[in-house]
């Protein structure tokens, strides 16, 4: 009997934070090494009309073979509930949505869910990525909330007000990822990158590049590891480890892109 494994949902502490870079990435650093299984999960996805690439097809180019699986899709680029409501289209369940990633997580050795926006953005009709990920995070595991942050001036402020409105809920902050920096930081970057720590009681675990979007697979593949904590991302393997899995046959054909 395996391990059920480790679920990490990843949030912003707004939006063009580069969280889904830093999900790509997370999931290359994650199968390099001692290779983990990894899925990747997207609740809701807006701004894309039906058929078109969103963010979980940049989540495949950049890491590889991954499995990913989206939930729910609406064509404005709007918060979620707004854009459902505005589309006309159902809101997103979050039992739906949990118990499609209880199933990856029994399935792959470590599923990264990416939210939208911040994390008090409504994913649906009144449910946050709190909502989403509270029923499937264990306790007392490596499951957890990753907070990816802006360098600049103002990202103490949100970081703690992330961190809290995740505490509040009961659920373990995973750490901090610097979601972009530049090869010539200003005061407050370089302060903010030793104060985040401090104020929000939560470590910094991984801190990307500006521009590593822009890299070719085989570039963001080979260095993405040294983009984290290395002792941080073996805490994230199960015990167990297995082949490389089908995705779970249960859930929709057109949302599962391997």
Request: charge should be negative.
């Amino acid at each position: 009997m395996t391990a059920r494994g480790r679920v990490l949902a990843i949030t912003g502490t707004s939006t063009d934070v580069g969280k889904t870079v830093a999900t790509a990435a997370l999931a290359a650093a994650a199968r390099a090494g001692a290779p983990t299984t990894v899925a990747v999960c997207k609740p809701v996805q807006t701004g894309v009309a039906p058929g078109e690439p969103g963010d979980l097809a940049e989540v495949a180019r950049l890491a590889g073979p991954v499995t990913t699986v989206e939930c729910y899709r609406y064509p404005e680029p709007l918060a979620p509930d707004t854009a459902a409501r505005r589309a006309g289209l159902p809101f997103a369940d979050p039992a739906v949505v949990a118990g499609k990633i209880d199933r990856l997580a029994s399935t792959f050795e470590l599923t990264l869910v990416e939210g939208a926006g911040g994390v008090m953005v409504r994913l649906g009709e009144t449910a946050t990525l709190l909502d989403v990920a509270g029923p499937v995070l264990a306790p007392e595991t490596a499951d957890g909330v990753l907070v990816v942050v802006n360098p600049g001036l103002g990202a103490l402020n949100h970081a703690e007000l992330t961190v809290d409105a995740i505490r509040a809920r009961g659920l373990r902050p995973a750490g901090l990822v610097i979601g972009w920096w530049p090869e010539e930081p200003d005061l407050a970057m370089r302060c903010n990158r030793d104060d985040l720590p401090r104020v929000t009681g939560v470590p910094v675990v991984g801190v990307l590049p500006a521009g590593a979007g822009e890299l070719d697979p085989a570039g963001f593949g080979r260095l993405a590891p040294t983009w984290f904590d290395p002792e941080w991302v073996d805490g994230l393997r199960p015990v167990a480890v297995r082949p490389e899995p089908a995705a779970p046959a249960d859930l929709p054909e057109q949302l599962i892109r391997t």
